[in-house]
C-alpha cells in the first residue's frame, strides 16, 4: 500500500509570493491534518480536514489555509510568505475511527 | 497548558543499554499520548501509543510509562540499538471537541544517539 506522498519535495520562494503544497493520503484514509516544523518550535499543529471540511485548527495566522478534496487529497496555502515561513511542511492522514497519524516525508519551503 | 515538555534534548547511550526520555503535560485534557520515531530525511513515524487508562505498554524493545497523577509519561527503548539513533517525539492529543477530530501536541524532540 502506497503511503503519504507530498509534492513539491522541495520548494524556493521569496518573501511575499505565495505557495501551495499538495498531500495524497493513504488509500481509505479520509482524515488529512497537517504541521509545520521547525528547528526552533518544533512540530506544529496547523489543521485537520475531514470529508472535505476542516475541523480542527491550530494557532497560525489566516495567511495559512488549507482545503480537501472529495478523494481526499489535500492543499494547503501559505500567502504573502514571510522568512519565517521557511520550514518542512508535513502532512498525515489516518483512517477514520483509528487514532494513527501516518506522515509523509514533507516539503521543505525555503522562502528567500 | 497545550505543552508538552520534553528531555533530554540529546543522549548518547552504548549499545545495549536502555534509553530513557521524558515526557510532562499539563492539559488533563489529553487522552492520547503517542510516541514518534522520525530519522533524517523522513516523515515521524508511530512507534507505539498509550491511553491514560493503563499504566504501561509494551511492544517489542519499546515501552510506555505512564503516570496519571504526575502527569507524565516516558519511553523506554531496551537493548538498544544503533539503528535506534534519530529524534524521538512524544506527544499529546486533547480529547476533541468534534468527534473523531485529533490534534496532536509534540515535546521539542529528543536526539538519541547509540554508540556502537
Known amino acids: 500500500k502506497a503511503g503519504v506522498t507530498q509534492t513539491p519535495r522541495y520548494l524556493i520562494k521569496t518573501r511575499g509570493q505565495q505557495v501551495t503544497l499538495s498531500c495524497s493520503p493513504i488509500?481509505?484514509?479520509?482524515?488529512v491534518s497537517w504541521y509545520q516544523q521547525t528547528p526552533g518550535q518544533g512540530l506544529q499543529f496547523l489543521f485537520e480536514?475531514?470529508?472535505?471540511?476542516?475541523?480542527n485548527k491550530g494557532n497560525f495566522p489566516g495567511r495559512f489555509s488549507g482545503r480537501q478534496f472529495s478523494n481526499s487529497r489535500s492543499e494547503m496555502n501559505v500567502s504573502t510568505l514571510e522568512l519565517g515561513d521557511s520550514a518542512l511542511y508535513l502532512c498525515?492522514?489516518?483512517?477514520?475511527?483509528?487514532?494513527?497519524?501516518?506522515f509523509g516525508p514533507g516539503t521543505r519551503l525555503t522562502v528567500l | 497548558q497545550q505543552q508538552v515538555k520534553q528531555s533530554p534534548q540529546s543522549l548518547i547511550v552504548q549499545k545495549g543499554g536502555i534509553s530513557i526520555i521524558n515526557c510532562a503535560y499539563e492539559?488533563?485534557?489529553?487522552?492520547?499520548f503517542p510516541w514518534y520515531q522520525q530519522f533524517p530525511g523522513k516523515g515521524p513515524a508511530l512507534l507505539i501509543a498509550?491511553?491514560?487508562?493503563?499504566s504501561e505498554k509494551k511492544e517489542g524493545r519499546f515501552t510506555i510509562s505512564f503516570n496519571k497523577s504526575a502527569k507524565q509519561f516516558s519511553l523506554h527503548i531496551m537493548d538498544s540499538q544503533p539503528g535506534d539513533s534519530a529524534t524521538y517525539f512524544c506527544?499529546?492529543?486533547?480529547?476533541?471537541?468534534?468527534?473523531?477530530?485529533?490534534?496532536?501536541?509534540f515535546g521539542q524532540g529528543t536526539r538519541l544517539t547509540i554508540n556502537p
Open positions: 498525515a492522514s489516518r483512517r477514520a475511527g483509528t487514532d494513527t497519524q501516518y
Open positions: 488509500s481509505g484514509h479520509r482524515s
Open positions: 480536514y475531514f470529508s472535505e471540511t476542516q475541523r
Open positions: 492539559n488533563t485534557a489529553f487522552d492520547y
Open positions: 498509550i491511553r491514560p487508562d493503563v
Open positions: 506527544a499529546a492529543s486533547p480529547v476533541p471537541l468534534i468527534q473523531g477530530a485529533q490534534k496532536l501536541v
